[in-house]
Nanobody, 115 residues
Framework: QVQLVESGGGLVQAGGSLRLSCAAS????????MGWYRQAPGKQRELVAV???????KYADSVKGRFTISRDNAKNTVYLQMNSLKPDDTAVYYC?????????WGQGTQVTVSS
């Protein structure tokens, strides 16, 4: 089992930056995948960025060039650096990981981008 705790959300103006952190309760080195999803009001949860075992990274088209996902295995933490934020990025951001075929989610952190 894995517990995930997100932090770093908040209110920012358009064009600003935020960095989200997701701390895992166990080593992330052996996780199949770990990353970030988001859910805006009235919309389905969508993939933002994910690191897959082996090190490959996938981004949603809407965040490519603006967001960067990274990991620190020593701290069991994954980060999402978000730059050039837009009002459309407003959502609850969830950390996710997959281990032995099971999905685990954090409690979510709110990101609000004002215009």
């Amino acid at each position: 089992q894995v517990q995930l705790v997100e932090s770093g959300g908040g209110l920012v103006q358009a064009g600003g930056s935020l960095r989200l952190s997701c701390a895992a309760s166990r080593s992330i080195f052996s996780l199949n995948r770990m990353g970030w999803y988001r859910q805006a009001p009235g919309k389905q949860r969508e993939l933002v960025a994910v690191i897959i075992s082996g090190g490959s990274i996938k981004y949603a088209d809407s965040v490519k060039g603006r967001f960067t996902i990274s990991r620190d295995n020593a701290k069991n933490t994954v980060y999402l650096q978000m730059n050039s934020l837009k009002p459309d990025d407003t959502a609850v951001y969830y950390c996710n990981c997959q281990l032995y075929g099971l999905n685990y989610w954090g409690q979510g952190t709110q990101v609000t981008v004002s215009s």
